[in-house]
């Protein structure tokens, strides 16, 4: 999920996962996330994202407090009318090597804060195990 404030945005992944399993899925985190650095995702997995981001969209504008939201938006981050009535297209201009570039650019893991909830003595070995793998890679 992406969250924006002015000139920034924060990423956050959330998996609803046992104590047990916080390590398997801090890995496979890391792995997508390294994947999407060095991979370009497919064209079809793009275009399913780029479908469902223009979908959003539009439904947000789809009522008179989603408009008044737009424009607020347009108001905060000092952007133009053309942003509203460009956005769509520019989704679909994203291409697969953009996306790979800017997963380089931007997700940098070892830099990521990780928030972990469960129990800690649990946690704390599992989050050993991670980091020592990362150091290895």
């Known amino acids: 999920m992406i969250n924006t404030g002015y000139r920034a945005a924060v990423w956050y ?3 609803d996962v046992t104590t047990e ?3 398997a899925s801090l890995q496979e985190i890391a ?3 390294k994947r999407l650095q060095s991979e370009s ?3 079809e997995e793009l275009e399913g994202i780029q479908n469902y981001e223009a979908g959003v969209f539009v439904l947000q504008n ?4 989603g408009i008044i939201g737009q424009l607020n938006f347009l108001d905060f981050h ?3 009318d053309s942003y509203l009535t460009d956005r769509v297209k520019h989704i679909y201009q994203v291409t697969p090597e953009q ?5 380089s650019e931007y997700f940098q893991y070892e830099d990521m804060t990780l928030v972990l909830v469960g129990d800690k003595k649990q946690l704390e070995k599992q989050i050993k195990t991670h980091q020592d793998e990362l150091k290895v890679k």
């Open 13 to 15: 992944e959330q998996a």
């Open 21 to 23: 399993h916080t390590g």
């Open 31 to 33: 792995k997508e996330i």
């Open 41 to 43: 995702p497919s064209k």
């Open 62 to 65: 789809s009522t008179p407090q």
């Open 78 to 80: 000092g952007l133009d």
């Open 99 to 103: 996306v790979r570039q800017m997963a």
